[in-house]
């Protein structure tokens, strides 16, 4: 299965962090669920051959719409292609997707819906040019077209937020939010009420999805040296604090999930993204 990322134009960069492809020539030969594990983005995504499944947790089962939009998560998601794999994706850094799609993301937040209930007719004819379009790039150009088209550059007091996100993620959530906001004047109601509208959950939640994201990248450099270092290394107390954090995200503890194979939704991790969700400079 082939996995690849493509920066936005530097008139989007600041919202979008990448646009992604996701392939198999054939059938794939995933043979049960994978866990798509919250990892602090809003994405948007367009299926352009085999439907999905996605299981719930009450052991239902739906397909899932062709185009959809994932806000953000705090619990993995259970999903599995039908046949062949060609997915083209839209990840935006955390708030971005606020710009474009006009309404608190916190009415987002642990769904996963057809994106023609957030865009109605636009998203629907959006939708079919991207599906009878030829390459990748066309994609790309149609997509960054219509999200210049709906661009909100009111800022508001919003760059006080944006602020706040960027420390996050520059610390991997291993930052205090009450000292933050302290710093920034920004009153503990007002952060929580701006942040969960424009990312979508709250920043305390938030700082706990990227260090919850960060064992991914320690599990590939230091798994030899064991749980413990790894939970010291992602800022939790003790290992059983970390062990209990990971099967709440994840649906399993450490050891039984990298005991298996992800052979797509290992993408999805931040392992091997950028550092910084506001690296602009590709």
Known sequence: MRYRTFPPSPRLARYLECFWTLESQEKTSIASPERILPDGCVELIFNLADLFKRYHFDGAMEMQPRTIIAGQMQHHALIEPAGRVKLFGVRFHPGGAYRFLHFPLSELTNKIISFDDVWSRFGKELAEKIEASRSVRERINLI????????????????????????????????????????????????????????????K??????????????????????????ASECGYYDQAHFIRDFKEFSGQNPSAFFGEDHEMSEHFTRKNRLPDFYNTNE
């Open 144 to 203: 960054e077209k219509a999200f210049i088209s709906r661009l909100d550059q009111r800022l508001e007091d919003n760059e006080r937020i944006d602020a706040v996100v960027r420390m996050i993620v520059e610390r991997d959530g291993l930052i205090s939010i009450d000292r933050l906001q302290k710093n920034l004047g920004i009153s503990d109601r007002h952060l929580e009420r701006k942040f969960k509208s424009l990312v979508g959950i709250s920043p």
């Open 205 to 230: 939640f938030f700082c706990r999805i990227l260090r919850f994201q960060k064992v991914f990248q320690e599990v590939a450099l230091h798994r030899k040296l064991g749980w413990s270092f790894i």
